[in-house]
């Protein structure tokens, strides 16, 4: 405190020099400033090892950003560096699937640093899943999940039956090829519409109709192909994110409700909706939105998250889709096993309605055997999720962190792990989930549940997803043959904010079920 009247004298000081040479001054001592925080950054972390450019600056991670490779870049860094490597000033990365764990244990003193920030669509109100405040964080999460469970959402299978019966009826009535013709479908934007009216379906009772109209309804694809790069800039330069709290800043570049397309006319209806299911003369629905109101989210909280739901819930389950089945359209002998596993339970009268159920989804070991392996190979979400370590700091094999210390998730070297997958983990190959010793099965089992969080941060979508894609992917290979038309490009993907923005997978679509009765196009 003694010092405080020198500082203020110094600042007076400053204040009555001529004007160029005032800011002379500020600019040398604003260089000065960042050269010390640089330096105390470069020695914060110094004991952790990784690419040059990443010990002093953000440079690394803002090359990747840019690229649209940082989920490729971070594994590349663990692989050459260890299982956990510097990639900034204050940023580690880690695919030691233990020390993930460790850091989301329920009772963990880890907590999200501001990476999560950046994946708010509305600056007034967080979500779930950037909710950085514990105690909130575990209060909204834990009235949200019976909207998850059958329990409480008797119609979640229901609502994939459903959306699959108009999905097949769209192919049906366009996008059918037969030997002598071909009609040309993108299974990437198909695949999006049948994820989003699935999800529109289970959230809100009703589907959007992404498949009925088969189009981008109000340019929602359109625009999120937009958003989500600028939502990583966010993400990896935290100054960004607090530029974007100010209210005029927010009010010129963030979406709203007002909007006419993209994520902002979502928001208009979740609000809609909302308010419709939310006044006194309310009927009560056994949906998703229905559970939140019943467990006393507020109608803001309500729509914000029946928003999160359509966009993280739609975007992961397609990836997860369309890498399951690239993978399997790809590998001649994996689509004969599929298949034949799949006739040889119809042969049995294994399958007791004109979709597969879930229940007898899982009593097929090759079907879930693909599944997992292209979860796997292919993981749907490759966000860094940074946690931040605790005040007191943490020690990881003898080497103490920093507290303050952000630590990301390298999914793609994770679950590409040759000490958990064997030396072919960056092959598909479905049979390494079969026929293998019960302490292997269980810790791969272990890591692939990681893509989907774990602890007090697990998705609380996890089932669904799995119901999803066991529903879909049978009934796909149930009933059609589906082929590659560009085998040399078989799909564009880039990844942004740990999604994947994929287009044009061109394929031809051919019927295969004369005996799988076929119901009626509406």
Request: charge should be neutral.
């Amino acid at each position: 405190m003694s010092s405080t009247p020198a500082v203020i004298e110094q600042l007076h000081q400053i204040s009555a020099l001529p004007t160029p040479k005032a800011v002379y001054v500020i600019g040398a001592c604003s260089v000065l400033a960042f050269v010390i925080q640089t330096l105390t950054g470069y020695f914060k972390l110094q004991a952790f090892k990784g690419p040059w450019l990443a010990s002093f600056s953000k440079l690394w991670m803002m090359k990747h950003v840019y690229d649209g490779d940082m989920h490729v870049a971070v594994a590349g860094a663990c692989e050459k560096y260890g299982p956990l490597a510097r990639i900034g000033l204050n940023d580690l990365v880690t695919n030691d699937a233990d020390l993930l764990r460790r850091m989301s244990a329920v009772k963990s003193p880890y907590t999200k640093s501001e990476w999560y920030s950046g994946t708010q669509f509305d600056r007034s109100m967080n979500h779930v899943f950037s909710e950085r405040d514990e105690a909130r964080h575990r209060d909204r999460r834990n009235r949200m999940a019976p909207g998850y469970s059958g329990a409480e959402n008797p119609y979640l299978e229901g609502s994939v039956d459903d959306q699959l019966q108009g999905f097949t009826n769209l192919i049906r009535a366009k996008y059918t090829s037969t030997e002598m013709t071909v009609k040309r479908v993108d299974f990437a934007r198909l695949s999006q519409y049948l994820a989003l009216d699935i999800i529109t379906d289970m959230a809100f009772g009703e589907p959007a109709g992404f498949l009925s109209e088969d189009g981008d309804l109000f340019r929602y694809l359109e625009t999120m192909s937009e958003a989500l790069p600028r939502f990583e800039w966010v993400s990896c330069l935290t100054w960004l994110n607090r530029l974007l709290q100010n209210p005029i800043v927010s009010y010129m570049v963030m979406p709203t409700a007002q909007d006419k397309t993209g994520v902002g006319h979502l928001m208009g209806i979740a609000k809609q909706v909302v308010a419709r299911r939310s006044g006194s003369g309310r009927k009560p629905k056994q949906d998703m939105l229905g559970s939140y109101i019943n467990h006393g989210l507020s109608e803001r909280e309500a729509e914000t998250e029946a928003v999160l739901n359509i966009m993280a819930g739609s975007d992961t389950t397609v990836t997860a889709l369309r890498s399951i089945v690239l993978f399997i359209i790809g590998n001649p002998t994996v689509y004969r096993k599929l298949q034949h596993e799949l006739d040889t339970a119809a042969d049995n009268r294994l399958f007791t309605g004109h979709f597969v159920r879930d229940s007898e989804a899982r009593d097929l070991p090759y079907l879930q055997a693909c599944i997992k392996e292209g979860l796997r190979v292919f993981p749907p979400t490759v966000g860094l999720m940074q946690k931040t370590v605790p005040e007191e700091g943490d020690t990881y094999k003898g080497v103490r962190i920093p507290g303050g210390t952000k630590i990301g998730y390298c999914a793609w070297g994770l679950h590409r792990s040759k000490a958990v997958f064997g030396e072919d983990a960056d092959v598909f190959r479905p049979e390494r989930w079969l026929h293998v010793p019960d302490d292997r099965l269980l810790e791969m089992n272990r890591v692939v549940d990681l893509i989907f969080g774990s602890g007090k941060y697990m998705c609380l979508g996890k089932q669904i997803v799995f119901l999803e894609l066991m529903k879909i992917v049978a009934t796909l290979f149930r009933q059609y043959d589906i082929s590659l038309l560009d085998p040399i490009t078989p799909l564009r993907s880039r990844c942004a904010n740990g999604l994947f923005l994929q287009t044009d997978m061109w394929v031809r679509i051919m019927d295969r079920t004369d005996d799988v009765p076929q119901k009626p196009i509406p």
